[in-house]
């Protein structure tokens, strides 16, 4: 191999003579380029990487260009962002692409509140509903060390009033509850917020959906 210089191009790695070593043994030919994948996150990474190898051929820093932005709905992931997008979860595609509502990472299984629950949660006094609601988003908030949530959690506990006082409850109530607290605690802390939205009433609904779009937009 003496005497030989490498050459870097494109996505190969070529000797410049083309002629076998000393032992008679042949080079490796390169692989093939990357081919292009139906899947527009692909395409896009593809993209990204071809201009990364383009920094690199013309002697740039690496870092010249960022990674891809994620498409709205996944800001924040996997804390903030939305729920799946179902054509990701089924296609691995999204038609809508950037513009798309829901995040487009892979989410992990998480229980969810089952008939019986989501009918004893329409019948729960809302103060009760929403007070439960304040103390998962606290919760939620200091275990992902979210800045700046303190205030729409303050505005969910505001909305729920003074605590509800549990031992009014019967012991099959508060085992309900306690199964109910342990769905609802494996949420994010998005869809926790979301829903604690959907359960408050006037200015606070629209301040709470405010807070959550900056806090996904502090994100970037």
């Given at each position: 191999?003496?005497?030989?210089r490498?050459?870097y191009?494109f ?8 002629k076998?070593d000393?032992?008679?043994?042949t ?5 093939s380029?990357l081919?292009?994948s139906?899947n ?21 820093d690496?870092?010249v ?51 019986h ?34 205030f729409?959690?303050?505005v ?6 003074l ?6 409850l019967?012991k099959?109530?508060?085992?309900k ?12 802390f998005?869809?926790?917020l ?9 200015r ?10 900056a ?6």
């Amino acid at each position: 191999m003496a005497g030989v210089r490498i050459a870097y191009r494109f996505t190969f790695i070529d000797l410049e003579n083309g002629k076998a070593d000393g032992a008679g043994r042949t080079q490796a030919r390169s692989l093939s380029p990357l081919r292009t994948s139906a899947n527009s996150d692909t395409l896009v990474v593809d993209t990204w990487a071809q201009r990364h190898l383009r920094t690199l051929r013309q002697g740039q820093d690496a870092s010249v260009f960022d990674a891809p932005a994620p498409n709205r709905g996944s800001l924040g992931h996997p804390t903030l962002c939305s729920r799946p997008c179902i054509y990701f979860v089924k296609q691995g595609q999204c038609p809508h692409g950037d513009a798309c509502g829901f995040c487009h990472h892979h989410h992990s299984t998480t229980p969810k509140p089952d008939k019986h629950q989501r009918e004893w949660m329409s019948m729960m006094p809302r103060a009760q509903l929403l007070s439960l609601l304040a103390e998962l988003l606290r919760e939620r908030a200091e275990q992902d060390g979210l800045q700046g949530a303190g205030f729409v959690v303050a505005v969910v506990a505001v909305h729920a009033g003074l605590p509800c006082v549990l031992q009014a409850l019967s012991k099959r109530e508060l085992r309900k509850l306690h199964q109910l607290r342990q769905v609802l605690g494996a949420m994010n802390f998005s869809t926790m917020l979301s829903l604690a939205a959907r359960y408050c009433e006037g200015r606070s609904r629209a301040v709470i959906l405010q807070e959550l779009r900056a806090l996904r937009n502090g994100t970037q």
